[in-house]
């Protein structure tokens, strides 16, 4: 949560996947790369989603010559600036499987294993005092079964009965309230992904025999089946199902669905001026989707803005082309052409909605960081959404493979970042452009 990091060039209209999973998975670095392979050492960090404090989780010790870091001991509080630092209190050799803060970082989700299934807990970062809300039960998924909705004051997860498995066993759909209560939604049956629409009134729901329905939250009916079966394409570049895919809420609106459908048959070797054409359909669901933007080339994603506006990015394989264009899905008009911006755009999280693009200078300037390229390390980059114009603010030391996690400040130049080399662990810093200062904010070893 909190700033996002949202890929330009990758396909972000899958929509399924749970929009806020349980998860917290350590990073793993390239082999060969030269930074030192410590995150298995080290916790494992997570920021707050109003980058006020991090979520510091210290990994289980191995046993029986196992490998550290699939769970973890105690999970500590550390605020950012000012604060006391605050440890959560855990059950007695609890193995933590999962975290999460919600959306407006108030409270901590989590799981623990037990002998006979997963328990979720809730917890209080201020206090550190935790609740159970469920368990010990199976979650559909594991662990990643689960998902904040964007109230941050329930949660939904799947529950799958004692000795079944997710994917192959009739599961059931059910909001935790942090209060204590729980309600069951729609029927048991076998479920897939899950996605919950900003304003928490709809979901998508992906069933065992690989339709995609439409779902009102509070009941679980269907108000809408979006696909009648998941269709098997054949492997080939560019090749995409015919009918409608990559279903995603649009992050800036409360219930607003959107997704893809290829103009030449999915087919890469029928000729088209247009492959792929992005259609909305807003709540109650009941009229025609609206187009709103036809691409020459494939889709390979979007990201939203607060203000009507997206980055529609599109690309082919043979031969490699990639481009983003200015749009405005509500207005209509032309696609603007923004060029070949590198990097991910980075977003923030919306006051109860999803994640929108980062943006200062009136909405005029956005974010991108990078990875690298043959001549240097991660990289910062603000983007002039009008001009197409870049201009590099940051890159990381050549001793370094220091790269961006969030942004705290973007007028003032100030950002979070994760920082290593081949001698040191991964460590989190504040970074200061203006004053050119580096504050750690962890000093692990």
């Not at 941050?152 to 935790?176: D, F, H, N, W």
Request: hydrophobic share 35%; net charge positive.
């Amino acid at each position: 949560m909190g700033s996002r990091l949202t890929p330009l060039g990758a396909l972000l209209l899958p929509g399924l996947l749970l929009a806020g999973p349980l998860t917290a998975q350590p990073r793993h670095d390239e082999a060969g790369s030269g930074v030192r392979s410590s995150a298995a050492l080290v916790p494992a960090v997570l920021l707050s989603p109003d980058k006020s404090k991090l979520l510091l989780m210290e990994r289980t010790a191995p046993s029986n010559g196992g490998e550290a870091g699939s769970t973890y001991s105690a999970l500590i509080v550390q605020p950012i600036g000012r604060g006391e630092i605050r440890r959560m209190i855990l059950p007695w050799k609890a193995r933590v499987r999962s975290v999460i803060w919600a959306p407006d970082g108030n409270r901590v989700g989590f799981t623990i294993l037990e002998e006979t299934g997963t328990s979720l807990w809730v917890g209080d970062p201020y206090s550190g005092v935790i609740r159970m809300l469920a368990g010990p039960v199976l979650l559909g998924g594991g662990a990643e079964g689960c998902q904040w909705l964007h109230s941050g004051e329930k949660i939904l997860c799947q529950r799958i009965p004692a000795g079944g498995s997710p994917g192959s066993t009739e599961g059931q759909l059910v909001v935790y309230s942090v209060s204590g209560s729980d309600r069951a939604i729609g029927r048991p049956a076998r479920y897939g992904k899950v996605s919950i629409s900003p304003d928490g009134k709809y979901l998508t729901v992906e069933t065992g025999e690989g339709s995609l329905e439409l779902w009102d939250a509070s009941e679980g009916t269907v108000l809408r089946v979006l696909r009648d079966r998941n269709v098997v394409v054949q492997p080939g570049s560019d090749v995409v199902p015919a009918g409608p895919r990559s279903f995603e809420w649009r992050a800036d609106k409360p219930s607003t669905l959107v997704w893809v459908e290829a103009q030449d048959g999915g087919n890469p070797a029928q000729p088209a001026p247009v492959r792929d054409r992005l259609f909305q359909l807003a709540s109650p669901f009941t009229g025609a989707p609206l187009p709103f933007a036809a691409l020459e080339f494939r889709s390979r994603g979007i990201v939203w803005s607060g203000d009507d506006l997206a980055v529609v990015s599109e690309g082919w394989s043979r031969p490699q082309r990639q481009r983003s264009w200015i749009v405005r899905p509500d207005r209509g008009g032309a696609p603007r052409l923004l060029g070949q911006a590198k990097g991910n755009f980075i977003t923030r999280q919306k006051s109860g909605g999803g994640d929108v693009l980062l943006t200062s200078g009136e909405g005029r300037m956005a974010y991108l960081r990078g990875q690298g390229e043959p001549s240097g390390g991660p990289f910062l980059d603000r983007i002039d959404l009008t001009t197409g114009k870049v201009l590099r603010l940051w890159r990381s030391p050549a001793a370094f493979n220091e790269e961006v996690v969030a942004v705290l400040d973007a007028e003032g130049g100030r950002f979070i970042t994760r920082r290593e080399s081949a001698t040191e662990p991964p460590n989190y810093y504040i970074r200061d452009l203006k004053k050119k200062d580096l504050t750690p904010l962890t000093r692990f070893k």
